[in-house]
């Protein structure tokens, strides 16, 4: 649906995005992930035609090359603005007639979206009486409102309590049918409830990408974490010691060991703990979560504070 290449963008002599290639397909739903100034929203307002890039193209499916595009996006900026001395209908009216449609249309429309984002009842209500929620789901409606082939949306979800995040996440996966969607956030989990495809970006470069499973797989270590009430001496270094343990970790009275062989290393672990007379509390197999990828992937490093 859309091919990006060797995509750039130059803030003076800040390289903000760096040569970026991508492509996306349609009826997708693409997760952006990547730490705040990693160049995603850079990207998303180069795609929506709101910036210039510097050097690349954008090329969407059956659009002639460097001609107007926003006829095809829909796009939530991160801090939408709203006139709240509007309702919520009066509001996709205008948005509606603004994008080109006719007053009818825009009627009909209006009401459609109302419904599906659960505001039909304060469609006539003041946007300033809209909760965070509301609001959310009113910009995400007036992004839909021409029916876009592609809805930007940048962090979504990142200002909202967990009941008015919920509702947006259940409402991004009804809209999953409709449009494709590109999506930024740094609520990983969400990246990974609703998403097909995801992206990493760091210091304005595509670091990774795939589908999530495929990640999943590449990324995935096979973790065993237990917990005893009391430690004997040397005990990582024992842990350490054990065939087929790549690395330990410990959190207060919990051990994570990355093994080769789970099954193997479980045999040894309760063997250990039998022998050494402790208190097992807990003992679970786990899998490496979407955050330790990202981390990975990034290059982060965690640092403690001696202090």
Known sequence: ?????????KFQNIEAVSSINLKLEEGQTIALLGPNGAGKTTTFRMLSGLIKPTSGTI?????IPNSDRRHYIGYLPQYPHFHGWMTGYEFLLLMG?????????????????????G?????????????????????????????????????????????????VLNLLKTLKSETTILFSTHILSDAEEISDYLVVMNQGKIVEQGQVHDLEKKYQKQIIKFGVDEQPEDFIQILE?????????????YYYLETTDVTATREAILALVADKHLALNHFSIEKTTLEEMFLEVIGFEATIDPA
């Open 1 to 9: 649906m859309i091919h990006i290449q060797s995509l750039q963008k």
């Open 119 to 167: 505001l039909a009842e304060a469609k006539h209500k003041r946007i300033n009486g809209y909760s965070g929620g509301m609001k959310q789901r009113l910009g995400i409606a007036q992004a839909m409102i021409h029916q876009p082939k592609l809805l930007i949306l940048d962090e979504p979800v990142s200002s909202l309590d967990p009941v008015g995040r919920r509702d």
């Open 241 to 253: 010691a054990l065939p087929y343990v790549k690395q330990v970790k410990q959190e207060r009275n």
């Open 97 to 117: 007639e603004l994008s080109g449609m006719t007053k009818a249309d825009a009627k009909e429309r209006a009401e459609l979206l109302l419904k599906k984002t």
């Open 59 to 63: 090329q969407f499916d059956q659009v």
